[in-house]
């Protein structure tokens, strides 16, 4: 499993109102399959990408006393704003298969 957390302004993640967080474990196209040894693709599957859902909290130290997530859908829009809980400057965020998502937006609130 991958996740990276990145600012979107020049601004470090500790400070910034904006940021990035991406959480992605196995992925592989659609129809994707590997030679009988597991070393190579045999075939390169087509659209859409499958990816294994991902259960997961996420913290990260934060300057900013509210933060709201939006799960970002396949087309770029935004789902529904999710809260994190911000205690002693610390961020948390569930990340939750339900999310249907890979990529997170994440905005300071105040």
């Not at 196209?29 to 859902?53: F, M």
């Not at 509210?66 to 569930?94: F, I, K, M, W, Y």
Request: net charge positive.
């Amino acid at each position: 499993m991958t996740v990276v957390l990145s600012s979107l302004t020049d601004e470090p993640i500790a400070a910034t109102t904006r940021l990035l967080l991406t959480v992605a474990a196995r992925a592989e196209n659609t129809g994707q399959a590997y030679n009988l040894g597991q070393t190579r693709i045999a075939n390169g599957g087509t659209a859409p990408v499958v990816a294994e859902p991902v259960s997961r909290t996420v913290t990260f130290r934060t300057s900013a006393k509210r933060l709201t997530a939006h799960p970002l859908n396949v087309d770029g829009s935004r789902g529904a704003g999710l809260v994190l809980t911000v205690q002693n400057g610390t961020a948390t965020l569930e990340v939750k298969p339900a999310h249907k998502t890979l990529f997170y937006v994440i905005e300071s609130g105040g």
